[in-house]
C-alpha cells in the first residue's frame, strides 16, 4: 500500500493552456539538464495561476508542484517507447517529489511548474532515470 501523499494526483499534471504557455512562452524560466533529461521549470504566484482555470468554471488547483513530461516523436517514432519513457519519469517523479516539500511550504503563495523534456535517442534503464530525476529534483529545490 502507498504512502500517504506518495501518488501522482491529476492535480499535480500540468495540463493548463495558460500555465504551460506561462512556462515556455514568456521570459523568467529557468532549464537544467541532467543527460538523457532536461527539466524547465519556473515559480509562479498561485492568483496567477488559478485566475484563468476560475473564469472557465474549472476548480483551482491546489497542487504545489505541478509537472509535465515531454518525450518529442524525433527522438523515438512508436509510441510504445514514448510511453515507456514517460511512465519511467512520472514514475521517478513520484518517489522523490518529497524532495521539493520543504521549500515549497515556505512559499504558501507561490506554485512550481516543471517540465521534464526527454533528450536522448535511446532507451534508459529504470534506476538511471530515477537518479537523474532525483538530480534534478534536489538541484532545483536548492535554486527556488
Known amino acids: 500500500m502507498a504512502k500517504q501523499g506518495e501518488g501522482l494526483k491529476k492535480e499535480e499534471r500540468l495540463c493548463s ?3 504551460i504557455e506561462t512556462l515556455f ?3 523568467g524560466s529557468h ?6 533529461l532536461k527539466a524547465v ?7 496567477d495561476a ?3 482555470e476560475l473564469q472557465m468554471g474549472k476548480a483551482s488547483s491546489r497542487a504545489d508542484v505541478q509537472i509535465l513530461v515531454s ?3 524525433k527522438h523515438f517514432k512508436r509510441a510504445v517507447k514514448r ?7 512520472r514514475e521517478a517523479y513520484r518517489k522523490h517529489k518529497q524532495l521539493l516539500f520543504p521549500r515549497m511550504a515556505e512559499m504558501a503563495d507561490k506554485q512550481l511548474l516543471i517540465a521534464f523534456i526527454w533528450l536522448s535517442n535511446e532507451l534508459t534503464s529504470s534506476v538511471t532515470v530515477e537518479e537523474k530525476v532525483e ?3 534536489h538541484r532545483i529545490g536548492e535554486r527556488i
Open 71 to 73: 518525450v518529442p516523436k
Open 135 to 137: 538530480n534534478l529534483l
Open 83 to 89: 510511453n515507456r519513457v514517460k511512465r519511467q519519469v
Open 41 to 47: 521549470y519556473r515559480l509562479v504566484d498561485r492568483t
Open 50 to 52: 488559478t485566475d484563468g
Open 17 to 19: 493552456r495558460k500555465l
Open 31 to 36: 532549464a537544467m539538464t541532467s543527460f538523457p
Open 25 to 27: 512562452g514568456t521570459g
